[in-house]
């Protein structure tokens, strides 16, 4: 069933520019994990509906997801963090082969110092998308909770993580402990009062908190 539709949904997916089939290719061949085709589809189609001002991504990869945020907002501003050197490089190169740093800023360094300056700055955003380090969502989300407008959307990127976060017999040593720090996120962000969450089986698993 999950196979079945997974493969419905992907032919299904509105057709791509050549951008972003080479983003996608340079993804692939250098083995960076970015958002699947459903996920982000997903992920274009919220902001288009919510047309949120000002987002703030933790994890940017290569700058594909910032990319095609923009692609559905392009009136958005967007700013994305990334700590690793190379990856940094790629999605400078990336943004600016588009001509889009206009719209997009880069920041090169550890989300959970970047997300405490932003705050310092008074920074505000009114979508937050948090697609880093599973084993540290709820950090994440703890520090830029303050930073999200009344009213705005903090969305999680994989937390149903090849669905072994729901899987009850689930005991792959490699994976174990951030599987059961995944499932403790979700735990956590169901019950958290100040928001409303809803988990869709949609990509690796999508999270959708809306500040009260
Ligand atoms: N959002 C991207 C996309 O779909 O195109 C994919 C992001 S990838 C799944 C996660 C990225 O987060 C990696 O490039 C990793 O280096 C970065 N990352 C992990 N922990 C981080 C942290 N604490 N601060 C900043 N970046 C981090």
New binding site residues.
């Given amino acids: 069933m999950e196979e079945y539709l997974t493969n419905y949904l992907m032919k299904h997916l509105p057709s791509t520019e050549q951008w972003v089939k080479e983003l996608e290719t340079q993804a692939k061949e250098d083995h960076?994990?970015?958002?699947d085709p459903v996920g982000?589809n997903f992920l274009m189609q919220l902001i288009r509906l919510n047309k949120p001002g000002k987002i703030l991504?933790?994890?940017?990869?290569?700058?594909?997801?910032?990319l095609r945020m923009n692609e559905a907002n392009p009136d958005a501003s967007i700013t994305t963090?990334?700590?690793?050197d190379i990856?940094y490089q790629q999605a400078v190169k990336n943004i600016a082969n588009l001509k889009k740093e206009s719209k997009i800023e880069i920041i090169h360094?550890?989300?959970?110092e970047?997300i405490s300056k932003l705050g310092e700055d008074n920074q505000t955003y009114n979508c937050i998308f948090i697609?880093?380090?599973k084993g540290?969502y709820k950090r994440f989300f703890e520090l830029s909770m303050p930073l999200l407008e009344e009213n705005g959307i903090i969305i999680s990127d994989n937390v149903l993580f090849r669905g072994y976060v729901l899987d009850p017999n689930f005991e792959q040593p490699r994976y174990k402990k951030m599987v059961d720090k995944i499932r403790a996120y979700n735990e956590w962000l169901a019950n958290h009062p100040s928001f409303i969450t809803t988990i869709l089986p949609i990509g690796d698993g999508v999270a959708i908190s809306y500040k009260k």
């Fill in positions: 960076i994990p970015i958002m982000i991504e933790i994890g940017a990869a290569i700058g594909y997801s910032a963090i990334e700590k690793d990856r360094g550890d989300a959970l970047v697609d880093a380090a540290q």
